[in-house]
């Protein structure tokens, strides 16, 4: 099967469970009052399909990503701790009246989507992205990536899943912490401080294309 027949047979199979998880959500069977309408607001900018959505700002994709990773960013957010300007500007406000089971429901909806990979990447630093996610980067103190995401970057638990996620998104996470934003997510500060800009931009190109 060629990668354009395999993409579509995801974006079938992720518009079959949407379109499952979504139509299962009737206002009278809702497990939370305003769900549906909460996940279509969410949809605005994150996709219907939650895929991400590359405009004036890069929206990432939370489909497939684990569901305790989105519970936890979504507290983040309302009590201010993720602070980059991205999640100041647009999530502070958007999850700061949510409830813990509201949480609990849009994290289980986006975390059973799955969509193709997102990529967006130039191509050509995959080889440089994939030895870094393997072995590490020893000379800088930088462990491999799959010891804490897994093996295909399928993240588990509060660990967040990277495969498939945006290359626009990935570069500007490392950014951020760069920049001294989200110092809670240790170690990635450390880590994005200790990778060249052409480390960076080889494994955002890797991750971003991985199913």
């Given amino acids: 099967m060629t990668k354009s027949k395999t993409s579509q047979s995801s974006l079938v199979l992720a518009t079959m469970a949407a379109l499952f998880l979504f139509g299962s959500y009737g206002n009278a069977n809702e497990p939370v009052p305003g769900l549906k309408a909460k996940i279509q607001y969410c949809a605005t900018c994150h996709g219907q399909f939650g895929g991400g959505y590359r405009g004036y700002y890069s929206m990432p994709r939370l489909a497939g990503q684990t569901q305790e990773y989105i519970e936890n960013q979504l507290s983040y957010f309302a009590d201010h701790t993720r602070d980059n300007p991205a999640?100041?500007?647009?999530?502070?406000?958007?999850?700061?009246?949510?409830?813990?089971?509201?949480?609990?429901?849009?994290?289980?909806?986006?975390?059973?989507?799955?969509?193709?990979?997102?990529?967006?990447?130039?191509?050509?630093?995959?080889?440089?992205?994939?030895?870094?996610?393997?072995?590490?980067?020893?000379?800088?103190?930088?462990?491999?990536?799959?010891?804490?995401?897994?093996?295909?970057?399928?993240?588990?638990?509060?660990?967040?899943?990277?495969?498939?996620?945006?290359?626009?998104?990935?570069?500007?996470?490392?950014?951020?912490?760069?920049?001294?934003?989200?110092?809670?997510?240790?170690?990635?500060?450390?880590?994005a401080k200790a990778l060249t800009d052409a480390q960076i931009e080889g494994l955002a190109e890797y991750l971003s294309e991985l199913p």
């Fill in 87 to 191: 999640s100041k500007q647009f999530m502070w406000d958007a999850a700061s009246g949510l409830s813990q089971p509201m949480r609990n429901e849009l994290a289980s909806y986006f975390s059973n989507l799955n969509t193709p990979p997102a990529g967006g990447g130039k191509g050509g630093n995959e080889a440089i992205g994939k030895m870094i996610f393997e072995q590490g980067v020893p000379s800088a103190q930088v462990l491999a990536c799959n010891m804490c995401h897994g093996q295909n970057a399928e993240g588990s638990g509060a660990m967040p899943r990277l495969a498939g996620q945006r290359y626009d998104y990935l570069k500007i996470m490392f950014e951020d912490w760069r920049n001294g934003y989200r110092a809670n997510a240790a170690p990635m500060p450390d880590i």
